[in-house]
Every structure is written in structure tokens, then in C-alpha cells.
């Protein structure tokens, strides 16, 4: 990618970023209208914070804590947002 489409690119994000309550309202917006289960919401919100912890921003601060996010189960990754959630709350 060359210096104009990274250009571009943020100027977009900069432009149409969403808050963290306006992204939570499209989640539950798009869950409600496809009648997403408890499970399934459940699944996708580990998959996603899978692909999240796999992003090389992220990526590059697990593996600096001697942590793969490549070879994180199931359990691994429900244990770290369960951390992570908390540390979140105490700054609210």
C-alpha cells in the first residue's frame, strides 16, 4: 500500500468512526434482526476478540508478554476478555 491510499484510507476512518456505544447498537441491532441466540452471540463475540487479538496492533503486545495469539484456545481467549472487561470497568 503506497503513502496516498494509506492517505486515504485514514482520512475514511477518521471521517466515519463510531463511538464505542454506537458500535455496540449496530451489534445488538444486527443480532436482533437475524434472532442471534445466546450461543451464537456467544461464539461470534469469541471469534471476533480472536481476530482482534490477532491484528499485528494487538498482536505485536501479546507477543511482547510471551503470549501467540495464533494458539489461543477457546478458554484462552474468554479468560483474557474476562480481564481485560474488568480492567475496562474500573476506569468507567
Same mark, same amino acid.
Given at each position: 500500500?503506497?503513502?496516498?491510499?494509506?492517505?486515504?484510507i485514514k482520512e475514511y476512518? @477518521?471521517?466515519?468512526?463510531?463511538?464505542? @456505544?454506537?458500535?455496540?447498537?449496530?451489534?445488538?441491532?444486527?443480532f436482533t434482526m437475524n434472532? !442471534?441466540?445466546?450461543?451464537?452471540?456467544?461464539?461470534?463475540? !469469541?471469534?471476533?476478540?480472536?481476530?482482534?487479538?490477532?491484528?499485528?496492533?494487538?498482536? @505485536?503486545?501479546?507477543?511482547?508478554?510471551?503470549?501467540?495469539?495464533?494458539?489461543?484456545?477457546? @478458554?484462552?481467549?474468554?479468560?483474557?476478555?474476562?480481564?481485560w472487561c474488568k480492567e475496562?470497568?474500573?476506569?468507567?
Open positions: 500500500m503506497n503513502n496516498i491510499q494509506e492517505k486515504h476512518l @477518521d471521517k466515519n468512526k463510531m463511538s464505542l @456505544d454506537e458500535i455496540q447498537q449496530a451489534f445488538l441491532d444486527s434472532q !442471534v441466540s445466546n450461543e451464537e452471540a456467544a461464539a461470534l463475540m !469469541v471469534s471476533i476478540m480472536r481476530n482482534m487479538m490477532q491484528m499485528s496492533h494487538n498482536a @505485536d503486545q501479546l507477543n511482547e508478554l510471551g503470549i501467540d495469539p495464533h494458539k489461543l484456545s477457546i @478458554d484462552d481467549v474468554t479468560q483474557m476478555m474476562s480481564i475496562y470497568a474500573k476506569s468507567l
